[in-house]
């Protein structure tokens, strides 16, 4: 499975608490991405990254921030959790150069009390 | 942006039957329609993908059909087996654009014995 790791795989934390979720992959794709997944909303992407220190935000983005300071490395941290961010986070990453496919990594569940 | 509608949300079939799952997409640009299994608990995966300029696809007993007037894809599955017991997405999206996939809401597939 592509060379796609990330930590923790699980967490739980209580609302108020910074979290910092991290991906690392060894695939050397330019393009790294967050998701969150929920019953009956699939997919749905938070921020994504088309460089080093190049981000952008994603349909649901509001409350996370991203960092990329490594091509292999893709932080999501949520400053100030809430309950509403219980969930699990998958990163992927792809290489739009030459395919628009995406990897996912194993993900994170998440739980916010 | 793009919208992708996917539908039925469920589906349960007898082993040995066959399985279709329809997305409708609503940007007639997007040109790239890739196609994730993910069983429980695992990260999403491949499985196909069609692009615009192909109206049908097989890799063995999973196929996916396109039809860019009506603006839908579908994935069938034949011959259908416990294993193919899963939850799957679509997605689409304009290849080469600085835009991102958009997926379905997925579709939990039951393969009955």
């Known amino acids: 499975d592509a060379g796609i790791t990330q930590s923790p795989r699980h967490k739980v934390t209580e609302t108020g608490t910074p979290v910092t979720l991290r991906c690392h992959q060894t695939?050397?794709?330019?393009?790294m991405y967050w998701y969150r997944q929920d019953p009956g909303h699939g997919l749905r992407l938070i921020h994504y990254s088309y460089g080093v220190k190049d981000t952008d935000k994603g349909e649901v983005s509001d409350g996370y921030s991203v960092s990329r300071s490594k091509t292999e490395d893709f932080l999501l941290t949520l400053e100030s959790a809430t309950s509403s961010q219980t969930s699990v986070y998958f990163c992927a990453t792809g290489d739009r150069a030459s395919t628009d496919t995406q990897y996912f990594g194993p993900g994170t569940r998440l739980t916010v009390l | 942006g793009e919208n992708v509608e996917q539908h039925p949300s469920t589906l349960s079939v007898q082993e040995g039957d066959s399985a279709v799952i329809k997305c409708t997409y609503s940007?007639?640009?997007?040109?790239?329609f890739p196609w994730y299994k993910q069983e429980l608990g695992k990260r999403p995966q491949l499985i196909i993908d069609i692009r615009s300029n192909v109206g049908e696809k097989k890799d063995q007993r999973i196929a996916v059909t396109l039809n860019k007037t009506a603006k839908h894809f579908s994935l069938h599955i034949t011959e259908t087996q416990p294993e193919d017991s899963a939850v799957y997405f679509c997605a689409a999206i304009i290849s080469g654009s600085a835009r991102q996939l958009t997926f379905g809401s997925g579709t939990q597939l039951t393969v009955l014995p």
């Open positions: 940007d007639s640009a997007s040109n790239y």
């Open positions: 695939e050397n794709h330019r393009y």
